[in-house]
């Protein structure tokens, strides 16, 4: 901020308990302290557009209704697809995660210089941490386990093909071209 800007000071008036809480989660080492953890809490607010909260446990990022849920489900929906329709799913996914971020976001995720931006938004939707090095790509933590359900989602995202390199994480997916 410039010097002509004065800081704006606001008081927060917390319940006993939403105050125990923090208290235990700075005490705990979880957050380093309650201005950080608010910093944090707005980052992931700009971040999710949770401002387009419709009733929780629900929200709309853009043109995407997003749930959340848990790991668990997504693994036995999985069991019961067949493994040669398990690309195919991934890459119908990927497609809508595609039109999803180019519509609200204006980021064209095939290009490459954008990825760093696509992979920031995937984290931050829960879907793990990606990395690129060199001509791999690895998810660390990833919320779908299955190897190729998420190759086929990369490769429609970012319209790359893929060659699993591991199938439990972390994941490592070769690129083996580009579009």
Request: charged share 25%; proline share 4%.
């Amino acid at each position: 901020m410039s010097e002509e800007q004065p800081v704006k000071r606001t008081t927060i008036i917390l319940d006993k308990e939403e105050r125990e809480y923090i208290d235990a989660l700075i005490k705990e080492g979880r957050e380093p302290g309650i201005k950080p953890l608010i910093s944090k809490m707005l980052d992931v607010y700009r971040s999710m557009m949770i401002y387009d909260w419709k009733f929780p446990g629900e929200y709309y990022c853009g043109i995407s209704r997003v749930a959340f849920v848990n790991v668990e489900f997504i693994n036995i929906l999985l069991q019961y697809v067949p493994e040669e329709k398990w690309r195919g799913i991934g890459q119908e996914t990927g497609e809508a995660a595609r039109v999803s971020l180019e519509a609200t976001l204006n980021i064209q995720t095939s290009k490459n210089e954008n990825w760093s931006d696509v992979f920031k938004r995937l984290r931050v939707q829960g879907f793990g941490d990606f990395y690129l090095r060199d001509k791999y790509i690895i998810i660390k933590t990833p919320f779908v386990s299955n190897s190729e359900v998420l190759a086929g989602f990369l490769e429609s995202l970012l319209g790359i093909q893929l060659k699993v390199k591991t199938s439990s994480p972390p994941l490592i997916f070769e690129i083996i071209q580009e579009h």
